[in-house]
């Protein structure tokens, strides 16, 4: 597939670089897809530390709860597409791959960007929330690139019922020395996250 790019990089007002439609697009194109070397969590946790870091990593995307594609390492165009709270694009997983797909119809020069949607892990610092505020600068704008909190609300209920369920199944199971060694997985850190198909 080596079709030419729909887009250029150049400056952007939104952030550093930023990706412009070189032609009209139409809705639903695939746009590209989002390379990167791809690592378990844990690395990219331990290769990026927001405590030392002023600016947050924006190159890294969750593809699953195991993978992430650090877009530093191997990374294409695609890691120049900026947040927007009101995006014109967005970014899909297919059989372990994310794309870019445009949401609307695009015109000529404009740039295009999605909603990034960092994880978030409950527990921002202030610190940590002001290094991902947003500036798409949008009438919508929720001021951060991570998901909105409701979004995050909603995951942690659902990880709550799910827990229940599953300290219900082994207390079913009468383990009669009680073992209850901790499940809990060390929280990973925001990485931007795409809609699943
Ligand atoms: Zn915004």
Known sequence: MTKPLAFEVRDSAISGKGAFALRAIKKGERLIEYTGERIPHPVADARYDDDTMDEHHTFLFSVSSRTVIDATRDGNESRYINHSCDPNCESEVEKGRVYIFALRDIRKGEELHY???????????????????????????????????????????????????????????????????????????????????
């Not at 610190?127 to 690139?145: L, P």
């Open 115 to 197: 909603d990034y949607a960092y994880e978030r892990c409950g527990d921002e610092t202030e610190k940590e929330v002001a290094q991902y505020r947003c500036r798409c600068g949008t009438k919508i704008c929720r001021g951060s690139i991570m998901e909105p909190r409701a979004d995050y609300e909603k995951r942690v209920r659902t990880a709550k019922r799910k827990k229940a369920l599953a300290r219900r199944e082994r207390d079913k199971q009468k383990d009669r020395y009680g073992s209850s060694h901790s499940t809990r997985r060390s929280v990973s850190k925001a990485k931007k996250k795409a809609s699943r198909r």
